[in-house]
């Protein structure tokens, strides 16, 4: 028997890239391990990915291209051979490229990371075509902007600093289950002293385990950080010289936190002034002691209306204090700013001949629904849905599944297996795993460049995505050389920016090693040099001014909650959110067996005292609806969920759900006050029991 160790990546949607060991054994992927000399790896992985292989070696696994012969989502097809799907794809596509390409829509995201079978051939073949531009805004693009704002772009903490941190307020997200090797890391921490302070409306497996949790109400976080400003400022817990030297807009910074006293920001965000006092007198006064102050925020506060504004008040923080005068100070929300990637190279944005319009992946179910209009231009005619699962994880799911029943939309989707979306497809084509094929990888979370090595040979006839889309091309008649690039090519120049060369970057080098950290101060703004227009922290934002937008920190109420629509909250009074499941990674990993049972079925979390108010008890199916869907799952009665709250942990398959809906049903299509991001955490429902 031969065995072989492959140097791979983790290609999810989550800030810790894990670098991996894949154990081969006669061509057959037999382990999936941490490599142990991956400084932020250290040889852990989650359990989802501990389970790859069973993944990549699932009975369901598709392994050759499908026709649709059913209806539309029935999920009946046949097997075709790729020639057949090519040469169906290209006469359908041939025609509307010639008459309308911005007809066309590519519908992608981050069900692969990696730089190459993300968007590099894909994008060149759809910039050829001229087909509309996707806005992919679904997940990040709100608290992005609000940081890029503030302190310039998506750049922060080095993960890596984070164990010597005194204070860490981990705001917004629920590290056990989406960021694991942070909490590795908070944990040493707090073994060495630290306070761990958990702010979310729910009591999540980290907020458990911290030392205080503040449960807020969902979508007042930027109240909590204006409350906490005024605090810093009342009682003089601030770095007057940082501020001085670098930072902009402090005296109209101080009218506005004038304006939220403890007792404001408490009520606005359902807590107790000595929550919000006790909190800033702890954060601002080790911070004076000269303590390493740290924030680890996610994308759980951005995920509603004022969400650009909630991330951009809370990355002032550190410059009030002077926390980024530590390594282990300041505030992370991404490190994926950090990295020399050339993606105008990668992607041939010089293919485009004009710049077609863009549709928002946020509101797919509007735009598929939308008739033609000189406003919005040709209708979609034709959907090519690759590293996306919109039928499960598009907000507002009703009419994303009305856009997809279209008789007259043509829709291909590339897929490893029959998702919901698959299920709408008129071909789908089967594509490979992260084992199966070569990619690059930054991160969102550590500041490594990361190698993935093929560690076996494609299953069935699976193809990469590059290679799929380098097949349209041919078939689409497109004789440009970059459709001839080989995986190797593309990875090559992936980061070939100055900065990468800088390092020494090599691609052979790196898919040896597997990883190389990038060449970062420990601490990036101990002395300022923010990447702002200023180079200066900014609480007060020209670039925002002009842009439309308040120039400094406010607060935006969420389109729905009890203050801002009492109306709506007569009829639905428990607001909603759908955090990740622990076991499942948006939608990936719903489908395989042995982690959908850890997860056990869709349920509902709710406060005992909400469910006897319905006649609700622990264990009944419910009813979750509100004026734009319903979906059915199981209560269960727990006061991790706050009074008010309901928590529907996601992100489920539709069709593996209890009534074949989830709770992107009862979501909206509503935007973010920047970055025209998603609400999913701005919405507001009613519970009732399901009559047995
Ligand atoms: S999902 Fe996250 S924690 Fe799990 S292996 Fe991938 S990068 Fe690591």
């Known amino acids: 028997m031969t065995t072989t160790y492959v140097r791979a990546a983790c290609p999810l949607d989550c800030p810790d890239t894990c670098a991996l060991l894949v154990t081969v054994e006669d061509g057959v992927a037999t382990a999936v391990k941490g490599d142990p000399d991956h400084p932020t790896t250290a040889g852990v992985l989650c359990t989802k990915v501990s389970r790859y292989t069973e993944r990549t070696y699932h009975e369901d696994r598709l392994l050759h291209p499908l026709r649709r012969v059913g209806k539309k989502g029935e999920g009946k ?20 490229a010639e008459r309308a390409p911005e007809a066309i829509l590519p519908y992608s995201y981050c069900g692969t990371m990696g730089l190459i079978q993300g968007e590099s051939m894909s994008s060149r073949f759809f910039n050829k075509i001229g087909a509309s531009l996707l806005d992919r805004t679904i997940c990040a693009m709100a608290g992005a902007t609000g940081y890029r704002y503030t302190i310039g772009g998506s750049v922060g903490t080095d993960m890596e600093q984070f164990q010597n941190s ?53 979508g007042t976080d930027a109240a909590l950080a204006l409350g906490l400003m005024h605090v810093l400022i009342r009682e003089d817990l601030l770095d007057h010289d940082y501020i001085a030297q670098y930072t902009l807009g402090f005296e109209q910074l101080k009218q506005r936190a004038a304006e939220w006293t403890p007792e404001r920001t408490a009520q606005t965000c359902g807590i107790t002034v000595d929550e919000v006092v006790d909190l800033a007198r702890l954060y601002g006064g080790m911070a004076k002691a000269g303590e390493p102050v740290a924030i680890r925020t996610n994308y759980g506060v951005q995920r509603v209306r004022g969400g650009g504004m909630a991330v951009r008040n809370i990355a002032c923080l550190p410059a009030l204090v002077g926390a980024w005068r530590h390594a282990a100070g300041g505030v992370q929300l991404s490190s994926s700013g950090s990295f020399p990637t050339n993606k105008p190279k990668l992607q041939r944005t010089d293919l485009l001949k004009k710049i077609p319009r863009t549709i928002n992946m946020t509101t797919i179910g509007d735009d598929l629904l939308r008739p033609a209009s000189a406003a919005f231009g040709p209708a979609v005619e034709a959907v090519i849905v690759y590293n996306s699962n919109p039928l ?35 071909i789908v084509l089967p594509a490979t795993t992260q ?53 190797d090519q593309l990875a090559a120049i992936a980061f070939n920016a100055q900065d990468a060369r800088a390092l020494g970057f090599d691609w052979d080098a790196l ?71 622990r076991n499942f990674l948006n939608s990936t990993f719903v489908n395989v067996k042995s982690l959908r049972s850890a997860e056990g079925e869709p349920h509902l979390d709710m406060h005992p005292d909400d469910g006897a108010a319905r006649g609700i008890a622990h264990g009944d199916m419910v009813r979750i609806f509100n004026d734009r869907g319903s979906f059915v799952c199981k209560a269960r009665l727990t006061d991790k969920a706050r009074a008010g709250l309901v928590v529907g942990l996601s992100v489920w398959w539709k069709k593996l759900a209890t009534d074949g809906k989830n709770a992107n049903e009862v979501t909206s299509q509503q935007l973010t006050d920047m970055g025209r991001a998603p609400t999913f955490y701005d919405t507001l429902v009613q519970v009732e029991r399901v009559s047995a």
């Open 77 to 96: 097809f046949e097997r075709i051979s790729w020639d057949q799907a090519l040469d169906i794809i290209a006469a359908r596509l041939k025609p509307i």
């Open 166 to 218: 005194k204070l860490l307020i981990i705001w917004g997200g629920n590290p056990i289950a989406s960021n694991l090797h942070f909490w590795t890391r908070a944990q040493e921490a707090k073994r060495h002293g630290a306070k761990l302070i958990a702010i979310d409306p729910y009591r999540s497996l980290t907020a458990e385990k911290c030392h205080q949790h503040i449960a807020l109400l969902p």
């Open 435 to 487: 084992l199966e094929h070569i990619d690059a990888h930054t991160s969102y979370g550590h500041l490594y460049m990361m190698a993935n090595n093929a560690a076996i040979a494609p299953m069935g006839e699976a193809k990469p995505n590059t290679e799929i889309f380098r097949l349209l091309a041919a078939r689409m008649g497109f004789d440009d050389d970059c459709f001839k690039d080989s995986d």
């Open 392 to 426: 499960a994880v598009a907000p507002d799911s009703d009419k994303v599944m009305r856009g997809f029943l279209r008789e007259d939309l043509f829709t291909v989707v590339l897929e490893q297996f029959q998702t919901d979306t698959a299920d709408y497809a008129d």
């Open 511 to 581: 898919k040896q090693k597997g990883w190389q950290k990038l060449n970062m101060p420990a601490a990036p703004f101990a002395q300022g040099g923010f990447p702002t227009p200023s180079g200066k922290c900014e609480f007060y934002s020209a670039q925002m001014e002009k842009d439309g937008l308040d120039p400094l920190p406010a607060y935006v109420p969420p389109y729905e909650s009890a203050a801002s629509n009492p109306a709506l909250a007569a009829r639905y009074p428990l607001a909603m959110i759908s955090p990740p499941a």
